[in-house]
């Protein structure tokens, strides 16, 4: 299993677009992430903090939101 890496909130949203996300909204700090996979809606919350870096588990939701695996999400970085 590989071990989740120190990520910013604007390195996940290159992978999230990447994997087909397009943002839909922005209310303060968090942006709204939503992707149309065939009947299917997904959304994603990401906590956008200026040189922050994403907490550990609020990272790993938010890959398992995104459909992936760590191993996918760290080979897209």
Known sequence: MTRLPAVTA???VVVAEKLGFVLDRQKG?????IRAAG?????????IHKGRTLKRGTLHGLIA????????????L
């Open 10 to 12: 604007r390195e996940l």
């Open 29 to 33: 700090s968090h942006a709204v992430f």
């Open 39 to 47: 009947d299917e809606r997904q959304r994603i919350v990401v906590p």
């Open 65 to 76: 939101d995104m459909g992936i695996t760590v191993e996918e999400f760290v080979e897209m």
